[in-house]
C-alpha cells in the first residue's frame, strides 16, 4: 500500500499548456504540501493544506493553484506552463503540520519543452 | 531562504568505511530531521533528533545536535552499495512551525 501517491510520475509537455498533478495520501494525516526541486536538487516548499485549509503560500507565481478537495487529497494546476517550471514536483504529508516528520511521495517529473 | 547547509556537497567513499555529514543551521530550533533520498525517488524520513538530545541511534545511522554550534551530523557506519544518495538535513521554518527548511543535500557514493 502506497501511503503517498502522485499522478502522473512523468509530465512531459508544450510551454503554454495547463496541466495538473494529483496527490493522495492514506496516513490519516492532516497535512499535506507541495515541493518543488529543481536540477539542483533543492527542495523549496510552495503549499500547505491543513484539513483542507491553505496554511502556506511560499511566493509562488499565480499560475500555480493548489486545491484540496478533502484531507487526504492534494492537487496541483498549473496555467500557462513555462520553460522554468521544469522540475520534480514532490507531495508529503505529515499527522498535524507541526514540523514532524514529512511522508513523501515518488515525485511528478515535468518537462515543458 | 535556506536554513540548513549540508556538508561535503558530495562525497564518495568505499564499501565498508564510514560517511560523515555534516548540517549547519542559523537559527534556535527545537528538532532536527535527516531524510535520504534515493536517484529518482522521494525523500525518506531516517531521523528525528529533538534540541534536548545530544545523540540519537539508529541501525547504522548516528546522529549527534549541537546546539551551541548550530550544527548536527549524521554518521554512516559500515556503509553499503545501497547507501548510495542524497542525504538532506531539514530545520523547521523560522516563519511558520507549519513547514521545514530542507538544506541543500550531500551526495553520498559508496564504491563497491
Known amino acids: 500500500d502506497t501511503a503517498v501517491s502522485q499522478t502522473p510520475k512523468y509530465l512531459v509537455t508544450q510551454m503554454g499548456n495547463d496541466k495538473s498533478i494529483k496527490c493522495e495520501q492514506n496516513l490519516g494525516h492532516d497535512t499535506m504540501y507541495w515541493y518543488k526541486q529543481d536540477s539542483k536538487k533543492f527542495l523549496k516548499i510552495m503549499f500547505s493544506y491543513n484539513n483542507k485549509e491553505l496554511i502556506i503560500n511560499e511566493t509562488v507565481p499565480n499560475r500555480f493553484s493548489p486545491k484540496s478537495p478533502d484531507k487526504a487529497h492534494l492537487n496541483l494546476h498549473i496555467n500557462s506552463l513555462e520553460l522554468g517550471d521544469s522540475a520534480v514536483y514532490f507531495c508529503?504529508?505529515?499527522?498535524?503540520?507541526?514540523?514532524?516528520?514529512?511522508?513523501f511521495g515518488p515525485g511528478t517529473r515535468l518537462l515543458v519543452l | 531562504s535556506q536554513q540548513g547547509e549540508e556538508d561535503p556537497q558530495a562525497l564518495s567513499i568505499q564499501e565498508g568505511e564510514n560517511a560523515t555529514m555534516n548540517c549547519s543551521y542559523k537559527?534556535?530550533?527545537?528538532?532536527l530531521q535527516w531524510y535520504r533520498q534515493n536517484s529518482g525517488r522521494g525523500l525518506v524520513h531516517l531521523i528525528l533528533?529533538?534540541?534536548?538530545?545530544r545523540e540519537k541511534h539508529s541501525g547504522r545511522l548516528r546522529v549527534t545536535l549541537d546546539t551551541s554550534k548550530k550544527s548536527s551530523s549524521l554518521l554512516i557506519t559500515a556503509s553499503r552499495a545501497a547507501d548510495t544518495a542524497s542525504y538532506f538535513c531539514?530545520?523547521?521554518?523560522?516563519?511558520?512551525?507549519?513547514?521545514?527548511?530542507f538544506g541543500s543535500g550531500t551526495r553520498l557514493s559508496i564504491r563497491p
Open positions: 537559527t534556535s530550533i527545537n528538532n
Open positions: 508529503a504529508s505529515s499527522p498535524s503540520g507541526q514540523g514532524e516528520t514529512q511522508y
Open positions: 533528533i529533538r534540541s534536548n538530545e
Open positions: 531539514a530545520t523547521p521554518g523560522r516563519s511558520s512551525a507549519s513547514k521545514i527548511i
